[in-house]
């Protein structure tokens, strides 16, 4: 089974191939038929299914065969990030045409995107906020929008952006084909998709399912002592590709100085990172530069990255299902993963809710040499939390 059984546009089998995609994922083989078809789309799939080229591809066919002019395809996702992965995929998919597309979000100057915008491009990759911000300069217009895509839908609400899509679809024809994907789906999202889409096809591929390619591990540890036990942990790990997870940028920050303090190659990801150090952070990550990298879950949120050998998680998640999509960047492309989890007494309700879905127990280690009975020091007995102020990404 390859690309040619979807009858796409012959301009686009060429960049396809260079583009290294010679199979379907299964994802691909059942959006692309549907979106082809002009059908209203829900997507349920998580990071690394292929998902971007399910609905690229299907864009860049019709924009192929029904030419016009103007911007004829909005793309909203919530992050920085994941509107460059996009626009990347974009080109190489559309390499050989004279299809353009252009990427609209904050952090950086407007006045480049304003001036692209201007020239003209078919598909706009844009974060809501800095978006909106366009909308009421009037450097964009959407009222040729044939096709919308809400990418991480889920996401998107978890970081407020709901009213901001709301008034984007103001701006947008109703008479469109409309494409939403999401990993999850709380009643916030059903919602906006029975207020959206019309009579959609529901495709779900990889439904909060644990990779069976990871193996996971459990250290119970006190709070205190997370730290010490990390470093530990990764003199005694084969660091190749290392993906750490904390619940805060200001623990990001600190724990990414403490491992830089033991020579390890190491970088971050967080919401206090301009778009050029997230750049360099995301590149350098990739090509082996940094052999770790800490990240908060919204700012790794579509973090697409072949070859991670370790996620660990110096801090619970929020939720189950957020356990999951974090393990999901390891154990991909039939590699083998290994997922490390800190357990705090605290975290117990949520294990077992992590046990329940994957549906066996999780296996608890110690680690050989390490001094678990060390006091937690006196300063830090009333030691309150520091306070963060919440940030919009994507703007």
Sequence with gaps: MDFAQFNLDTRLHSAIRRAGFYEPTPIQTSAIPLAMAGRDLIGTAQTGTGKTAAFVLPILHKLLNSPGKGTRVLIITPTRELAEQIHETTKKLSAGTKIRSVTVYGGVGPAPQIEALKQGTEIVVACPGRLLDHLQNQPVKLGKVEILVLDEADRMLDMGFLPDIKRILRHIPKERQTMLFSATFPKEIERLAAQTLRNPKRVAIGLVRPAFTVDHTLYPVPHHLKNRLLIKLLDQTDTKSILIFTRTKHRARNLLKKIKKTNYKA?????????????????????????????????????????????????????????????????????????????????????????????????????????????????????????????????
């Excluded at 919401?271 to 940094?290: E, M, V």
């Excluded at 154990?331 to 046990?355: C, N």
């Design 267 to 395: 970088t971050s990801l967080h919401g206090d990172r301009t778009q050029g150090q997230r750049r360099q952070a995301l590149n350098g990550f990739r090509d082996g530069k940094y052999q770790i990298m800490v990240a908060t879950d919204i700012a790794a949120r579509g973090l697409d990255i072949d070859g991670i050998s370790h996620v660990i998680n110096f801090d619970m998640p929020g939720t189950a299902d957020a356990y999951i999509h974090r393990i999901g960047r390891t154990g991909r492309a039939q590699r083998t993963g290994e997922a490390f989890t800190f357990v705090t007494p605290d975290d117990q309700a949520l294990v077992r809710k992590i046990e329940k879905i994957m549906k066996k127990k999780l296996p608890q280690k110690t680690v050989a040499g390490f001094d678990y009975s060390i006091p937690k020091p006196e300063n830090q007995q009333k030691r309150r939390k520091p306070q963060t102020k919440k940030v919009k990404y994507g703007r």
